[in-house]
């Protein structure tokens, strides 16, 4: 089955096409066909796609809405010029998997879409109001273009933290304010946790239940989940993605106080507030430089600039206390697992947060550490008591099997 796999953005579209079936997916068979991103959307769009590992492909259309992207990019992969020999028209996609951000406290797990479940994910654009539009236009675009016939799947970032108890899920804020809107905490990356959970357990030969570990999402969004008997049992997003540990540009955990100080004192509104927090913040506020880890570690090495010194310094010991507080919360944890962009590749930052937790068992094999860049290994040394690992996510694959689970009635796995 090749599963058109659809990651939308306000202006963006992320894609990939991966071939995959029950069979596939026990023999770890799964077939990458070819992925990319269209950014622009609604203007002069550029449009990237490569087609398995040979060289990145650039175009430019102009593509004024979601519809138009989908219908650009479905054509040119069947067309001759893509190079791509599997899909020869639309007929040669046979399913979509959607990611979509917040699934409320309805969507517990992926499921497969019809006019209710559509139903259900507009509801939750409340919850939302920045990412669930878009994922509802692809999913639209997507009918228009494939026709009812053609199954899609929505996967909800949402989903794997449904599991968090209440002690862990509500804020101490009057009850009626959970009942009237539902203010509580959610956590997303839900899709990126569960998958290097199941690759954890996979590295180890572990059952679910057996699945202890405490796992780490950096990239420009980062959050962080305790897994307990293979089930989310706290995260640090909360009702939304600005929660929790420091960012790219999103603030993380602060006094709630400082956002009227902050509006007060700036003369800004509630939503300026809210904006400020979300895009210029994190690594990019305090650095005043840049959101981006791989820069701001080169500037450290060259200048050794106290304000970039001081960013990752608050993003590291802030990922520290999670830890910290989350072994406390689970009774204490097997292993600690890195993933996203800068916990994939960036030894330093594994290091740095690691360090001074021999308290816990953790003691880091820094030549190991410094060789697993960008693939799945353990980082930690034979002494270690506390496991750490470091394991690339693939969001994309988890909903592609998802995607062909729903579609067959298989149990959900997590
Ligand atoms: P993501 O959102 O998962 O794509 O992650 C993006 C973040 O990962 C950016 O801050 C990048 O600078 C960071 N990143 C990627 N590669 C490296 C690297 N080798 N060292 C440090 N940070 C990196």
Redesign the pocket.
């Known amino acids: 089955m090749n599963v058109l796999v659809l990651n939308s953005g306000s202006s963006s579209l992320k894609f990939q096409i991966i071939a995959t079936d029950m069979e596939r997916i026990q023999q770890y068979k799964d077939d990458r066909i070819c992925r990319g991103e269209v950014e622009g959307i609604g203007g002069e769009a550029i449009v990237h796609a490569q087609y398995r590992n040979e060289p990145n492909r650039t175009m430019t259309a102009p593509l004024r809405d979601m519809s138009a992207t989908l219908d650009y990019l479905v054509r040119y992969i069947a067309s001759d010029r893509s190079g791509i020999s599997e899909i020869k028209s639309t007929a040669d996609i046979h399913a979509v998997g959607h990611r979509v951000v917040h699934g409320g406290e309805r969507f517990t797990e992926s499921a497969l879409i019809n006019d209710d479940v559509l139903k259900g994910i507009e509801d939750c654009i409340d919850l939302a109001p920045l990412h669930n539009p878009n994922n509802i236009r692809a999913i639209q675009s997507a009918r228009e273009i494939f026709g009812k016939d053609v199954p899609q799947v929505a996967v909800f970032d949402t989903a794997f933290h449904h599991s968090i108890p209440e002690q862990a899920s509500l804020y101490a804020i009057p009850y009626h304010l959970y009942r009237r809107h539902r203010i509580r905490r959610y956590g997303f990356h839900g899709t990126s946790h569960r998958y290097v959970a199941f690759r954890y357990r996979a590295l180890r030969g572990l059952t679910r239940e057996q699945t202890n570990i405490i796992t780490l999402?950096?990239?420009?969004?980062c959050s962080a989940a305790a897994i307990k008997g293979g089930n989310s049992i706290d995260t640090s997003m909360g009702m939304t993605p600005l929660e929790g540990l420091v960012m790219?540009t999103r603030s993380g955990d602060l006094d709630p106080a400082i956002v009227s100080v902050i509006a007060r004192k700036e003369g800004m509104s509630a939503s300026e507030v809210d904006t400020l927090l979300n895009t210029q913040s994190g690594?990019l506020g305090i650095s005043g430089l840049t959101?981006?880890?791989?820069?701001?570690?080169a500037e450290l090495k060259e200048h050794d600039d106290r304000r970039v010194r001081l960013a990752i310094e608050i993003f590291c010991y802030r990922a520290r206390k999670y830890i910290g507080a989350y072994l406390a919360a689970m009774g204490g944890a097997d292993a600690i697992v890195f993933?996203?962009?800068?916990?994939?590749?960036?030894?330093?930052?594994r290091a740095r947060i690691c360090s001074g937790m021999e308290w816990a068992g953790l003691q880091i094999d820094d030549a190991k550490n410094n060789e697993t860049?960008?693939r799945e290994g353990l980082i930690s040394n034979e002494k270690s008591k506390l496991l750490a690992y470091a394991i690339p996510?693939d969001e994309e694959l988890l909903i592609a099997r998802d995607t062909v689970r729903v579609i067959k009635g298989e149990p959900h796995p997590s």
């Open positions: 999402h950096l990239g420009n969004g790219g690594l959101n981006d880890m791989r820069e701001l570690q993933t996203g962009g800068i916990g994939e590749n960036s030894a330093d930052v860049i960008g996510t």
